[in-house]
């Protein structure tokens, strides 16, 4: 009986410890062997040195920091951006499903196609839209001489940020016009006949209904972008300090070819995200206990 | 739910409330094309010709033409034909999709109609998995693939793509799941009904949308995915966001036919992502957002 049961279950559980389990634990034991393949002769065990070189090496250091401030930055401004769009959505006004169409958009557009949207048509300093607005601009005032900054190398980061934020601020919005929506309009009404002004509403009704969602949406946003590849290998190749981890260990292993230091790295990665994880699954436990008792 | 028209604070309301109403539609509306912006820009580049495409001021005016979608599908004469890479985009997404619909149902199935003992825990397995970076696990699946004759194959992508995707199929199928009533299934089996009947009656009625959702989530992230194929591909097996970063790449930049390869890449997922906006939210969410 009881194995009736869990027989649907096996072939997923399976397959998946066999495809993603099996693979970090490889991971984990090359990470403790010196094994580059430009030097195959010098293979065998490393004992600590991978992780001694990860800890030293400035180049990683800058890219978990550089990880940290991408992630932080984008998280936050997109939820931000996104809680002000969502409650610009929630009202009834002319053509709200055409404007929710709009705002999407950013979202469904392949991340690679996007990245090369932004660094050839729009930050490119000969030809890309922002300086060419700016050319136009100038010569309504009859200038010809525009300022053309070459937004990519003046501030690579805030490119990278800028296009992330774009792309994500869309899914924030959404997970968010999902949670008003699904707030008890009885209260929101009781509350208004109260005499409560529009303001108290969103401190003491909206926001505190919305608190879950608000931390859904920025732990999901929090995977998703501390796992970024795209935009960072197509905008700026992780050049001028935007490298990340998963593009330094991209470089280490696939560039560098040293298999035991990426392997530590991958490690290091790892151990970091289980951090963040543990608060994410937290959180979606606590909406789990909630749907369970409901 | 009863208003009665003798609401004296209510009264003052409509007018003011109304023209705040319409400058906040307004704004909604501004945000909205200012979002929209770059994509409008993509596909307007994508029909211009290559020398307009790059005029600075941009021209608006300027004449349209299909010029870098011929360039891009090849019929320019120089360059790559983008139909291998399509096709292996196609064949990867979809081949995953339906091996992570044969497995997610029925896991599904047993974590939420008839739950197995601690399915919570299973669940958070399941889910845990997504939460540690690819890039961890790619080392020794390079290894594996080298040594097996794998690599530049799309069905290790296939492989690759069903584990990355299973985990939220599982996730959401469950929730979608869970919404089948206890009691018309209590119902059904003091009606003498048999799992099939049960299964095909009640429970897949009720489960099609979340499949439909299901699916299009992960047809989505597998038709987006980069770095394992980028890594794991060459020649043979490229998928079009590998295509698409060559295409810069190797043949210097031409702008009106990356913006037109850009614009059919993301095709298939605008027309799905428009056509299921609600579902999207609710498989993005994990489905804990209802």
């Not at chain 1, 700016?134 to 309504?140: D, I, Q």
């Amino acid at each position: 009986m009881a194995w009736a049961r869990r027989a649907p279950l096996l072939p997923a559980l399976v397959f998946l410890i066999a495809v993603t389990q099996l693979p970090f634990v490889a991971t984990v034991v090359i990470s403790f062997t010196r094994w580059n393949a430009l030097a195959p002769d010098h293979r065998g065990f490393a004992a600590l040195d991978n992780y001694r070189a990860v800890f030293t090496d400035p180049a990683l250091r800058a890219s978990v920091g550089t990880t940290v401030l991408l992630t932080a930055t984008v998280v936050l401004v997109s939820l931000g951006l996104g809680l002000a769009l969502a409650l610009l959505l929630d009202r009834r006004f002319r053509g709200r499903g055409v404007v929710r169409t709009l705002l999407i958009t950013p979202f469904l557009v392949v991340p690679v196609a996007s990245a090369l949207l932004w660094k050839h048509a729009l930050y490119n300093a000969s030809y890309g839209l922002l300086n060419g607005s700016l050319t136009w601009l100038w010569r309504l005032f009859g200038s010809d001489h525009p300022p053309q900054p070459d937004w990519m190398t003046n501030s690579p980061l805030m490119a990278v940020e800028l296009s992330l934020i774009w792309q994500w601020t869309p899914f924030m919005m959404l997970i968010l016009l999902a949670g008003l929506q699904s707030r008890p309009a009885d209260a929101v009404e009781a509350a208004r006949m109260d005499g409560a002004s529009p303001f108290d509403v969103f401190r003491y009704l909206t926001l505190p209904h919305l608190r879950r969602y608000l931390e859904l949406a920025a732990l999901l946003g929090t995977v998703y972008i501390v796992q970024n590849f795209d935009a960072v290998f197509t905008i700026t190749s992780g050049g001028l300090g935007t490298a990340n981890l998963p593009y330094t260990i991209y470089q280490t292993f696939y560039q560098a070819h040293d298999y035991g230091r990426a392997s530590a790295q991958g490690v290091v990665v790892v151990l970091c995200s289980l951090l963040v994880a543990t608060f994410a699954l937290r959180t979606v436990s606590s909406l789990l206990r909630e749907e369970i008792t409901r | 739910m009863t208003r009665g028209p003798h609401l004296p604070e209510r009264a003052p309301l409509p007018r003011r409330q109304r023209r705040a109403n319409g400058a906040l539609g307004l704004l909604a509306w501004l945000c909205g094309i200012a979002f929209f912006l770059p994509v409008a820009w993509m596909v307007l580049t994508s029909l211009h010709s290559e020398s307009d495409a790059a005029a600075n001021p941009p021209s608006l005016a300027a004449p349209l033409t299909l010029h870098g979608y011929r360039e891009f599908f090849g019929a320019g004469g120089a360059g790559v034909s983008p139909w291998p890479p399509l096709v292996n985009s196609l064949t990867a997404s979809v081949v995953s999709t339906l091996l992570v619909l044969v497995l997610a149902v029925p896991a599904a199935y047993a974590l939420s109609i008839r739950p197995v003992r601690k399915w919570s825990d299973v669940l958070f397995f399941f889910l845990s998995t997504k939460m540690l970076p690819l890039v961890a696990g790619l080392l020794p699946v390079y290894l594996v693939a080298q040594n097996t004759r794998m690599l530049d194959s799309i069905w290790l992508l296939v492989v690759l793509y069903t584990a990355m995707n299973l985990p939220i199929a599982v996730w959401m199928m469950r929730s979608f799941l869970a919404e089948v009533p206890v009691e018309i299934l209590e119902a059904a089996s003091i009606d003498g009904a048999g799992l099939p009947t049960t299964l095909t009656r009640i429970v897949a009625p009720v489960a099609m949308p979340g499949i439909a959702a299901t699916a299009l989530i992960s047809f989505i992230f597998s038709w987006n995915e980069l770095l394992f194929a980028r890594v794991l591909t060459g020649t043979v097996a490229g998928t079009a966001p590998v295509f698409l970063t060559g295409l810069v790449t190797s043949q210097g930049l031409f702008l009106a036919k990356v913006c037109a390869a850009a614009t059919v890449i993301s095709l298939p997922v605008l027309i799905a992502g428009f056509a299921a906006q609600d579902k999207l939210v609710q498989g993005l969410s994990l489905g804990a957002v209802k």
